[in-house]
């Protein structure tokens, strides 16, 4: 099922995705701190509703001993937000897309794997297109820029900006993950539920203490109303979060290359609801890594 519930995840996040770039507001800085309120309200509610449904205890200690992953994974995702800031130069950056290779590297020097042909060779496939569907995408960015008529916002020309984001969410999500998988599958150190639980609960306090800062130390105004786009972005968020749990837990050293090919999904939402268009290579690309999530199933199956 591991490899199910990780596919679950890509479309799911891949949907989110789509949503943080339809929500995000360039000219807004505190964008960025917005959308973690949105995010964590919903995991907190839907961490509630799951505990209470299938009748689970929480023990608050559990957030403690699942918080260097939670650390990593939030810090991560806020600078992956404030990143959409600077979306002309960040978005679909080849670096950032590559967070579950360098988990999948950290798992296999780390710690014992006997991984068959199929195997490799889907992982290496889904990297490959992972990395060069986003070089296509900011080649496309790039012809997009130097096309445009219009004067561009300086604060979008800052190349060091650029750059930084998408390393240091590669750097951290990566060792988030690797982190997730020796937790809940080599070392097994905390259940499914508990790290759902934590997580989602840890990231609701997140979203308190940004809505605090946000409300009553800079007096900006929040209408939870009115962010109807980020509340999009932070049910499929919360969605892949659950599924992603389960499929960590099984078999993390494959699960996160696949789980990370959700910039393919993104793609191709964007270009069905946004009505943007693949071009040759990039269906190629496409193409490329369906093969590669397709014989990780059929390794599943063997």
């Not at 012809?143 to 650029?162: R, T, V």
Request: proline residues 2%; hydrophobic residues 55%.
């Amino acid at each position: 099922m591991w490899f199910v519930f990780a596919l679950l995840t890509a479309l799911a996040w891949g949907g989110a995705d789509l949503f943080y770039k339809k929500g995000s507001d360039s000219h807004d800085r505190y964008s960025h701190i917005k959308i973690v309120i949105v995010v964590g309200l919903v995991m907190g509610i839907h961490a509630t509703a799951y505990m209470l449904i299938q009748g689970l205890s929480f023990n608050p200690i559990d957030m403690l001993r699942y918080l260097p992953v939670s650390a990593l994974y939030i810090l991560s995702m806020t600078l992956g937000y404030i990143g959409l800031r600077y979306m002309e130069l960040s978005i679909a950056s080849p670096v950032q897309n590559s967070s579950g290779a360098v988990t999948a590297i950290l798992l296999f020097i780390f710690f014992t794997h006997d991984l068959s042909l199929i195997e490799i060779l889907g992982i290496a496939i889904i990297t490959c297109g992972v990395v060069g569907i986003a070089v296509l995408e900011k080649r496309a960015e790039h012809e997009a820029l130097q096309n445009h008529s219009a004067q561009i916002d300086k604060k979008y020309q800052i190349g060091f900006m650029a750059i930084t984001f998408p390393i240091l969410y590669c750097l951290i999500d990566g060792l988030g993950t690797f982190a997730d998988g020796i937790y809940l599958d080599e070392l097994n150190l905390i259940s499914q539920d508990a790290a759902l639980l934590a997580y989602e609960f840890t990231f609701f306090i997140c979203a308190v203490l940004a809505y605090t800062y946000l409300k009553f130390v800079k007096k900006q105004p929040f209408n939870l109303f009115r962010e109807r786009v980020k509340g999009y972005a932070a049910i499929l968020e919360t969605t892949g979060q659950f599924f992603y749990v389960f499929a960590m837990s099984s078999n993390a050293i494959i699960a996160a290359p696949l789980i990370a090919s959700y910039s393919i999904f993104s793609v191709i939402l964007s270009r069905v609801f946004l009505k943007e268009r693949l071009n040759a290579k990039q269906y190629a690309v496409v193409m490329i890594v369906i093969v590669g999530i397709a014989l990780l199933g059929l390794a599943d199956e063997l």
